[in-house]
């Protein structure tokens, strides 16, 4: 796994999909991952700070995490399928067992941002698809 961080957002408000660029850490490769516009706005708002009146879905795990007395570790996106990623939430629970969720590479690093926790990449899609 590779740890990679979120570089640019680019939304067109004429398109429902948006397009995020993830860049490994300690490298130059980087690639692309098309996302709904919802995600694309949620991750642009956390991002500039900007509140919401009220929870969106990723503010919403993330409360339920934390109210199960557990933490968000990391993201780990895993897996590339016929041009689909894939991606895993890592929650650790207080008693130190960790759990990992299936999660929509979307979903999951709003819900990092929101956070803040790192962002890893299975090495065999950075070979597939970062340039």
């Given amino acids: 796994m590779v740890q990679v961080e979120l570089k640019r957002i680019i939304i067109t408000e004429t398109s429902d999909q948006q397009v995020i660029f993830l860049k490994e850490v300690t490298g130059d490769r980087a690639f692309p991952i098309v996302i709904g516009s919802t995600e694309a706005f949620a991750i642009d708002r956390r991002l500039k700070g900007q509140p919401t009146p009220r929870p969106q879905t990723h503010e919403l795990l ?9 933490k968000l570790e990391r993201i780990l ?55």
């Fill in 62 to 70: 993330s409360a339920v995490i934390e109210k199960l007395d557990a």
């Fill in 77 to 131: 996106i895993n897996d590339l399928q016929d041009s689909t990623f894939f991606a895993r939430l890592v929650i650790r629970h207080s008693n130190g067992k960790t759990v990992e969720v299936d999660s929509r590479p979307s979903d999951a690093i709003a819900l990092g941002v929101a956070n803040n926790v790192p962002i890893f990449v299975a090495d065999h899609i950075l070979d597939d698809v970062g340039s």
